[in-house]
């Protein structure tokens, strides 16, 4: 399994221009890929303009076709970017889980 975080800055005031296309995103894009395992955006209430998205893949392979997919090129790499001060990809390995 491959798992993939990226704490992502906002421009200034588009929190929730940013939450709406992620939400928009789920379903057309992870929702609809069998190897997306899991994808969960999360927003800290003390630090506006952030995101926090954690993805889990079956591999590299099942990455690739999630951002190679239509839904993605559209949302995230067109309309989201635009709104991204920085993020960083930090790649993970499972050790344990319950």
């Known amino acids: ?43 800290d209430p003390a630090n506006p303009d952030y995101l926090l998205f954690v993805e889990h893949f079956a591999d590299q392979a099942a990455y690739d076709a999630h951002t190679g997919s239509a839904a993605y090129r559209e949302l995230i790499a067109g309309q989201f970017a635009e709104l991204i001060v920085e993020f960083v990809e930090i790649d993970h390995e499972l050790v344990v889980s319950l």
């Open 1 to 43: 399994m491959l798992a993939k975080v990226f704490p992502i800055k906002l421009k200034d005031g588009n929190q929730a221009a940013a939450e709406e296309i992620v939400q928009a995103f789920a379903p057309q894009g992870p929702g609809a890929e069998d190897g997306t395992l899991s994808f969960r955006v999360y927003r």
